[in-house]
């Protein structure tokens, strides 16, 4: 039985590592890069059901509904549906509030997480092409 390297192939093993590697290396830079900034706090609308701007601290009140018919009766479906609801557009309201921003760096700086991060794409896809 022949002996198969990266990806099955004959050989490619140092192109696989070194691929591996310089992809690592890019994606870590160019993540800690990216500065998130949230937009979240009460009165902030976070989206629109029907043209009417619905806001965080509007979210609260069908949950406190909700809990508030839960405790008073536990099978209550009306209050499970507000109280998980409320949960989940809340949830929902922060990720969507969620700005990205690249912070300040050189041309050089990116141009290194660049050549890093598609060249070792680069270089690990071409470890899995055969000879």
Known sequence: MPYRGAGGTNGG???????IIMMI???YLLLKGIMVRPQFGFGNQM???GGFPVT?????????FGVGMIFYNSRNWIG?????GSVL???????ASI???????SAFDLLMIMILLIGGIGLFLRSLRGR
Do not use: D, Q, Y
Not at 56 to 64: D, I, N
Not at 89 to 95: D, E, H, N, P
């Open 25 to 27: 290396a890019g994606g």
């Open 56 to 64: 965080t601290g509007l979210v609260l009140v069908p949950f406190a």
């Open 13 to 19: 093993e140092g192109s696989f590592l070194i691929g």
């Open 47 to 49: 989206f629109a059901v």
């Open 99 to 105: 700005n990205f921003t690249l912070v300040r760096m």
């Open 89 to 95: 557009a809340l949830v929902v309201g922060v990720i």
């Open 80 to 84: 499970w549906v507000l109280a998980l």
